[in-house]
Every structure is written in structure tokens, then in C-alpha cells.
């Protein structure tokens, strides 16, 4: 048992010799290269982060512009104007706002 023993520990660096790599082996692919992977995310962050303050401005805009509509009393303009840039939230507050509105007696 003591000799099998022997004589498997006494092969075992032999064998995980003859499994290494060459030494002529490149091996540069296998590592990220870690600075390069941080300014692509910093890059795509940024570049979000100025979609978005335009996103917010324009959706300002749209709202302000949709709010004097329905305050002036035409809440089907301020729906029809939501409607068509798409934006699904600001329709459902006109259809709200004016809904709890007294309507002008004609």
C-alpha cells in the first residue's frame, strides 16, 4: 500500500508536467484588459445620462405645453397633443384632471 502510494505521488508531478502549456504559447486573450472595459462603461454612461436630461427636458416641455392646453379648457386638445407624442402616463392625467373638472355649461 505504502509502495502504490509511493509510487503515485513519485508520478504525479511527471504527469502535470507533460500536461503544461508550451512555453511558446501566447496568452495575452485570456485577461481583460481591466482600464479598457472601465472607459467603454464610463463612455456608455455618460452617453446616457445625456439622452436622458434631453428625455427629461423634452418631456417637460410636452407636459407644460399639454397643462396650458387643458388649463385654457380644452382638455381634448391636451389629450390629442399627449396622444401623439406618445406619452401614455401625461394622456391618463388629462383624461383624470378633466374628468374631475366641472364641464362649462353651454
Same mark, same amino acid.
Given at each position: ?6 509510487? @503515485? @505521488? /513519485? ?12 512555453? /511558446? *504559447?501566447?496568452?495575452?486573450?485570456? %485577461?481583460?484588459? %481591466?482600464?479598457? *472595459?472601465? &472607459?467603454?462603461?464610463?463612455? &456608455? ?7 436622458? !436630461? ?8 410636452? $407636459? #407644460?405645453? *399639454? /397643462? +396650458?392646453?387643458?388649463?385654457? $379648457?380644452?382638455?381634448?386638445? $391636451? #389629450?390629442?397633443? &399627449?396622444? +401623439?407624442?406618445?406619452? @401614455?402616463?401625461?394622456? +391618463? &392625467?388629462? !383624461?383624470? @384632471?378633466?374628468?374631475?373638472?366641472? !364641464?362649462? !355649461?353651454?
Amino acid at each position: 500500500m505504502i509502495r502504490a502510494l509511493t509510487l @503515485f @505521488f /513519485g508520478l504525479l508531478p511527471a504527469a502535470a508536467a507533460a500536461q503544461a502549456p508550451a512555453q /511558446g *504559447v501566447d496568452s495575452r486573450g485570456l %485577461w481583460s484588459d %481591466w482600464r479598457r *472595459v472601465n &472607459a467603454a462603461s464610463l463612455e &456608455a454612461e455618460a452617453r446616457r445620462e445625456g439622452e436622458s !436630461r434631453r428625455t427629461i427636458t423634452a418631456a417637460r416641455s410636452l $407636459g #407644460e405645453r *399639454v /397643462g +396650458e392646453l387643458v388649463a385654457s $379648457g380644452d382638455c381634448e386638445g $391636451g #389629450e390629442r397633443m &399627449a396622444l +401623439e407624442a406618445g406619452d @401614455f402616463p401625461l394622456v +391618463e &392625467a388629462v !383624461r383624470d @384632471f378633466c374628468r374631475t373638472r366641472p !364641464r362649462p !355649461r353651454s
